[in-house]
């Protein structure tokens, strides 16, 4: 480890402005939801996510609001609800949540240490890494929150002194506690809250802020180092234990998500542009030799790569993986504008996060499968570090940490939705139901609200108003076959989108403006290992539609697997079973594949919930058989190469991943009339 003399000497002049996003984020409660998205964050309301501050223990007796009720000594429990809920109570506008992060806030804040210390910790306890949720809680709040600016933002500012002072002593909290992996892995998260405070409220502590920054930096683990020299594209499986072992901050599956964004993080105090190369190659590898067609990272806690050990592979993704995912990503498109950031982000919002939990919101997987034919108690773990619960619905399948961190993905997610661009541009960078007011860097007041069913289909209707004339970008998904505009019932006309950031400008005038922008997609296939493919329409993943046969028990403790006593969780929180009620080993010949729209379904508005069989409008079918597909160790294997079919071909049916509980997401590939000519059914 390099001395403090020289981080000290290295260390960014205080008068030195951070490098500025490609896209500014808007402050947390300038973005309401609309559609489905509005239906999804009040049935997250309504669920496990608004409710855990009324009876969930790691919340509700946390030792952060003086109980005693943590599942590690982390601590981390409430700070990523904290980190969560906020967003979730500014994004609704709820004052029933609002209160409760009030009231969370304010008690923290009350009982702060008198160094400056945020949290419960005393003494050698005192472990830096759930601070950085903490912040990002804290920060999202002042800006939400302007009666509560003043008081959290000189909380945040005591917490930056006495970070400053535990870190210029030898690193304590951060450097040498027993689990400080998490910490040094995941410093990006509280350099973003740090960055927050220099830019918009420095006071007299900016060298103090900008030396925080170097020093996490500096001890922290090298985001760039993994992306660049080390990065394992095999299947951990299959190195030794050696290699894997001393890289396993950057294999764990929640850390590579957060991760991603580390480079674009730095760099902007850094001014460091080598940042720029390996920040992309690292999301280009992890996702090629990592990632899910659902647009999250495979990891079952260990990155799962594609080749398997003795024939298996249980490629499994995290719940936390997939908000954290979503969230750097996000980050990524604001802060270096590549268009393909945003376009993994949404992939990741329509896919991998929704399929994880049930319709109501209460209820999640710990660990997806992207080919999941059933979700049960298996009769052993063929998992890393995952028990036989991990993939089935709960309360708090495995470990708790997911429980208390999945909802930050929908609130993040719309609150960078819209983006600033210049000082007269108001984008919209997340395609998604939203209204977004803001007064732009020049003055300008804009609100633009967007009505769609995007994903579910591809017109977004806009409506503008503006005290002056302003340019609204649209950003074009990089998968889009062709885009066009109208502005107030003018002619149609196609957009030009930068070719960098997919934005395209639409310039309006002051007032009120129309304006209908229109995508067009298509049906696309992704040839996966083992001879499989992943179907799209757009950013819409589409699997094996699985009968369910879901039955339902009472919650059980993470711990002992025993039902928590009845009374504890709300009647509304079950922990499932979902059987089967159709096969799952089913081959697919891709040239049979038909996409439609289900005009039986209610479209206008879209159903609500969505995330459920029979709820998204889009729906395709094709031409399958079943195979010979063996189980091991309670799950299927890898996809067979025998595609013989074992019972005669018929048309079977996908529906959107996320809406598809059970599913089959990377399907065998099979030539029915190749099978036909060759008489073999
Ligand atoms: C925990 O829940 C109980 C029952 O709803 C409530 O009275 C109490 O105030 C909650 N505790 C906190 C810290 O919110
Ligand atoms: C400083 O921390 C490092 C890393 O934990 C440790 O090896 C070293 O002994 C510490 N030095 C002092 C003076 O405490
Ligand atoms: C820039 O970042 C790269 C990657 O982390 C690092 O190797 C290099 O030392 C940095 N350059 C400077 C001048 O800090
Ligand atoms: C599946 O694909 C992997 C990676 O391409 C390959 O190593 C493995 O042999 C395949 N498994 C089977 C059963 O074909
Ligand atoms: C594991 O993941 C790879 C891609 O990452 C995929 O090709 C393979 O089919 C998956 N195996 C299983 C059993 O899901
Ligand atoms: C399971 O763990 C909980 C919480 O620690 C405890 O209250 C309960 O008694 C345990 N149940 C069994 C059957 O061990
Ligand atoms: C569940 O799936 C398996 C494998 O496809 C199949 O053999 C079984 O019949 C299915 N169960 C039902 C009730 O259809
Ligand atoms: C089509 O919509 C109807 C009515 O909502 C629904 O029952 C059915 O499941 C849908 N079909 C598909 C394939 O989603
Ligand atoms: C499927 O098999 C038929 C008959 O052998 C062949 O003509 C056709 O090209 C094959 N299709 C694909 C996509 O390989």
């Given amino acids: 480890m390099k001395s403090l003399a020289i981080i000290i000497a290295f260390a960014v002049a205080a008068s030195a402005d ?62 990523y609800w904290f980190n969560a809920l906020v967003p979730l109570a500014y994004g609704l506008n709820d004052d029933r949540l609002k209160s409760q992060v009030q009231a969370a806030a304010t008690y923290v804040l009350q009982h702060q240490a008198d160094d400056g210390w945020i949290g419960p910790e005393t003494g050698d306890a005192r472990i830096m890494w759930a601070r950085f949720p903490a912040l990002l809680g804290f920060m999202q709040l002042a800006e939400a929150e302007q009666t509560m600016t003043d008081m959290v933002v000189a909380g945040m500012q005591k917490f930056a002194v006495c970070m400053n002072n535990m870190l210029t002593a030898n690193y304590t909290g951060y450097l040498g506690t027993s689990d400080d992996l998490w910490g040094r892995a995941r410093f990006q998260d509280m350099i973003i809250s740090l960055q927050w405070l220099y830019e918009h409220y420095p006071q007299d502590n900016g060298q103090i802020l900008l030396d925080n920054m170097q020093m996490l930096t500096e001890a922290g683990y090298d985001w760039a180092y993994w992306f660049l020299d080390a990065f394992i594209k095999e299947n951990l499986y299959d190195v030794s234990l050696d290699i894997t072992n001393a890289l396993f901050q950057f294999e764990h599956g929640v850390n590579a998500g957060q991760g991603l964004k580390s480079g674009a993080v730095i760099r902007r105090f850094t001014n460091n542009d080598t940042l720029l190369a390996s920040t992309r190659q690292g999301v280009d590898w992890t996702f090629k030799y990592h990632g899910a067609a659902s647009g999250t990272i495979l990891a079952d806690e260990r990155l799962d790569g594609l080749s398997p050990m003795t024939g298996q592979v249980h490629n499994l993704s995290e719940l936390c993986t997939a908000v954290e995912t979503m969230y750097s990503l996000s980050y990524l498109y604001e802060a270096l504008g590549d268009n393909d950031f945003a376009d993994r982000s949404e992939r990741a919002a329509f896919n991998a996060l929704p399929t994880m939990l049930t319709a109501d919101w209460w209820a999640h997987q710990y660990m997806a499968e992207p080919n999941q034919g059933y979700s049960q108690d298996l009769t052993e773990s063929p998992f890393w570090n995952v028990n036989t619960l991990g993939q089935t619905f709960g309360l708090e399948p495995n470990y708790p940490c997911c429980a208390v961190n999945h909802p930050q993905g929908y609130p993040k997610f719309l609150s960078n939705s819209f983006v600033t661009v210049g000082n007269n541009g108001l984008g919209h960078a997340l395609l998604s139901p939203a209204t977004a007011t803001s007064t732009l860097p020049g003055g300008n007041k804009v609100t633009v609200s967007c009505n769609t069913k995007y994903p579910f289909d591809f017109s977004l209707s806009y409506t503008a108003s503006a005290s002056s004339a302003f340019d609204l970008y649209l950003r074009v998904p990089g998968w889009a076959l062709s885009s066009s505009v109208s502005v107030n019932s003018g002619a149609s006309s196609p957009l030009k989108p930068d070719r960098h950031t997919g934005m395209a400008k639409v310039s309006l005038p002051a007032g009120q403006s129309i304006v209908e922008y229109t995508l067009s997609a298509d049906t696309t296939l992704d040839l996966r290992a083992n001879n499989t493919v992943a179907v799209y329409h757009g950013p819409l993943l589409y699997a094996l539609q699985i009968g369910e046969d879901i039955i339902a028990q009472p919650p059980r403790n993470w711990g002992n697997q025993s039902d928590y006593p009845s009374g504890y969780a709300p009647t509304q929180s079950h922990d499932y079973t979902i059987n089967n009620l159709t096969a799952w080993n089913i081959a697919i010949d891709p040239s049979t594949i038909s996409y439609q729209v289900n005009l039986s379904a209610g479209s206008d508005p879209l159903p609500n919930p969505i995330w459920t069989s029979g709820g998204p409008p889009g729906f395709m079918t094709f031409r399958g058989c079943e195979i010979a597909w063996p189980i091991e160790k309670g799950v299927p294997t890898n996809p067979p190469q025998d595609r013989t079919c074992t019972a005669a071909p018929t048309e079977y049916t996908m529906i959107p991943y996320g809406a598809a509980k059970l599913h089959m997401a990377e399907m065998p590939i099979v030539n029915l009339t190749s099978q036909r000519v060759r008489g073999l059914i």
């Fill in 18 to 79: 951070l490098l500025p996003f490609a896209f500014a984020p808007l402050p947390l409660g300038s973005i309401q939801p609309q559609g489905w998205l509005l239906d999804q964050m009040q049935l997250m309301a309504d669920g496990l996510a608004g409710h855990e501050y009324d009876f969930y223990l790691y919340v509700n007796e946390s030792s952060w609001l003086g109980g005693d009720q943590e599942y590690s000594n982390l601590n981390e429990g409430f700070p």
